[in-house]
C-alpha cells in the first residue's frame, strides 16, 4: 500500500488547500505514471510479454518511467520518439539519456510519422521490426491506467468539495472523476491548446462531474513564461513544494489564480494532485538558458 501524505500549502478566504504528494510515489516512477503504469504491467507479465513498447517526445516524463519501470521489472523497452533529429542529441536530452541508461532502446521517427502513431498499419509496422510487444500508449492511458488512477483519491479525501488536476492524454483526470463522491468536482487544468481532450476523457470517465479549465495553459504544451517560472520558484520557496513548468505549476498557478477570482464558495476545501513530472525540469533548463530565461530553482 502506497501511503501519500496530504501537505497544507494554503488557507486564504476561508478556502483551505491540500496538495497530494503523488510525486513522492517512487523517485523515478513517481505520481500518475507509476498509478497509469500499475495494471499494465501486471496484465504485461501476465500475458507472458518480455518487451513494452510507448511513444514519447523529447521531454517526456512517460518515457522516461517505463524506461525505469521497464527495467525494475525485467522488460525490456522500446520507446517511439517524436522528432528523428534528437537521434543525434541523446546525450544532451536529459530525458532520453535518463531512459537509455535505463535500457531503453530508441526508434526516432518524424512528426508527420509520429502523428500517423495509432494507425494499424503502423503498429503492424513496428512489430515486423521488434516482433511481440505489449503496447502502452502515449502517456500511458488506456483502461487499465484510468483503473490505476481511480487509486489516487483514499477515504480520507471525501472531506474536500474539489480535486483539481492537471491534464495531459486525459486519463487521471477520468480515473480521478470516476472515484470521487458524489458532492465532489473534478476540476482539470489542460497543459495543451484545443477543445479535444472531452472526447478523449468521455472515453473513461463515467461521471460527469468533471470540468476543464482551460485558461492556464501558458500558450500550449511545454510553452513557459517569466511569471510562471518565477511562480513555481517563489511556490517552492514559500511551500517546500516542487512544480514542474509543463503540469503542476500550471495546475497550482491556476488554482491560486481562481481563488483570487472568487471562483470557488467560502468554506471550499481543495485537493490539488501532484502527479510528479519533476524530471522535466533538468531539459526545460537548458531550454529557459538558451532563451536567457530564469532557470526553475528546484532540488530534485
Same mark, same amino acid.
Given at each position: 500500500?502506497?501511503? *501519500?501524505? @496530504?501537505?497544507?500549502?494554503?488557507?486564504?478566504?476561508?478556502?483551505?488547500?491540500? *496538495?497530494?504528494?503523488?510525486? /513522492?510515489?517512487? %523517485?523515478? *516512477?513517481?505520481?500518475?505514471?507509476?498509478?497509469? &503504469?500499475?495494471?499494465?504491467?501486471?496484465?504485461?507479465?501476465?500475458?507472458?510479454?518480455?518487451? &513494452?513498447?510507448?511513444?514519447? !517526445?523529447?521531454?517526456?516524463?512517460?518515457?522516461?518511467?517505463?524506461?525505469?519501470?521497464?527495467?525494475?521489472?525485467?522488460?525490456?523497452? $522500446?520507446?517511439?520518439?517524436?522528432?528523428?533529429?534528437?537521434?543525434?542529441?541523446?546525450?544532451?536530452?536529459?530525458?532520453?539519456?535518463?531512459?537509455?541508461? @535505463? !535500457?531503453?532502446?530508441?526508434?526516432?521517427?518524424?512528426?508527420?510519422?509520429?502523428?500517423?502513431?495509432?494507425?494499424?498499419?503502423?503498429?503492424?509496422?513496428?512489430?515486423?521490426?521488434?516482433?511481440?510487444?505489449? &503496447?502502452?500508449?502515449?502517456?500511458?492511458?488506456?483502461? /487499465?491506467? *484510468?483503473?490505476?488512477?481511480?487509486? $489516487?483519491?483514499?477515504?480520507?479525501?471525501?472531506?474536500? +468539495?474539489?480535486?483539481?488536476?492537471? #491534464?495531459?492524454?486525459?486519463?487521471?483526470?477520468?480515473?480521478?472523476?470516476?472515484?470521487?463522491?458524489?458532492h465532489q468536482k473534478v476540476l482539470g487544468f489542460p497543459a495543451l491548446k484545443g477543445d479535444f481532450l472531452k472526447k478523449e476523457i468521455r472515453k473513461f470517465a463515467s461521471n460527469e462531474n468533471w470540468e /476543464?479549465?482551460?485558461? =492556464?495553459?501558458?500558450?500550449? =504544451? !511545454?510553452?513557459?513564461?517569466?511569471?510562471?517560472?518565477?511562480?513555481? @520558484?517563489?511556490?517552492?520557496?514559500?511551500?517546500? #513544494? %516542487? &512544480? +514542474?513548468?509543463?503540469?503542476?505549476?500550471?495546475l497550482v498557478f491556476g488554482v491560486l489564480d481562481l481563488i483570487e477570482k472568487n471562483y470557488f464558495p467560502n468554506n471550499s476545501k481543495i485537493l490539488i494532485i501532484h502527479t510528479g513530472g519533476l524530471q522535466?525540469?533538468?531539459?526545460?533548463?537548458? #531550454?529557459?538558458?538558451?532563451?536567457?530565461? %530564469?532557470?526553475?530553482?528546484?532540488? #530534485?
Open positions: 500500500m502506497i501511503e *501519500v501524505k @496530504n501537505q497544507l500549502i494554503l488557507k486564504k478566504n476561508t478556502i483551505d488547500v491540500f *496538495v497530494k504528494r503523488e510525486d /513522492l510515489i517512487h %523517485p523515478f *516512477v513517481s505520481g500518475n505514471k507509476y498509478r497509469k &503504469l500499475k495494471y499494465n504491467l501486471q496484465k504485461a507479465k501476465e500475458d507472458g510479454y518480455s518487451v &513494452l513498447l510507448t511513444f514519447g !517526445g523529447a521531454f517526456s516524463n512517460h518515457i522516461a518511467a517505463v524506461a525505469f519501470a521497464g527495467k525494475e521489472n525485467n522488460f525490456k523497452t $522500446i520507446g517511439i520518439i517524436r522528432g528523428d533529429e534528437l537521434r543525434e542529441k541523446i546525450d544532451e536530452n536529459p530525458t532520453l539519456k535518463f531512459a537509455q541508461e @535505463n !535500457g531503453m532502446q530508441f526508434e526516432f521517427v518524424s512528426r508527420a510519422q509520429y502523428s500517423d502513431k495509432e494507425n494499424p498499419k503502423f503498429e503492424s509496422e513496428l512489430k515486423n521490426k521488434f516482433g511481440n510487444f505489449y &503496447l502502452i500508449p502515449e502517456g500511458g492511458t488506456n483502461e /487499465l491506467a *484510468v483503473k490505476g488512477c481511480e487509486e $489516487i483519491l483514499v477515504p480520507e479525501d471525501a472531506q474536500f +468539495d474539489y480535486i483539481c488536476c492537471a #491534464v495531459g492524454t486525459g486519463g487521471t483526470i477520468s480515473g480521478i472523476s470516476n472515484a470521487a463522491l458524489p /476543464l479549465i482551460a485558461d =492556464y495553459h501558458f500558450g500550449g =504544451y !511545454g510553452k513557459v513564461n517569466l511569471e510562471l517560472i518565477e511562480f513555481i @520558484n517563489n511556490f517552492y520557496q514559500d511551500n517546500n #513544494v %516542487p &512544480l +514542474d513548468p509543463v503540469y503542476t505549476g500550471k522535466g525540469i533538468q531539459g526545460m533548463n537548458t #531550454v529557459l538558458e538558451n532563451k536567457q530565461l %530564469p532557470k526553475i530553482k528546484i532540488n #530534485v
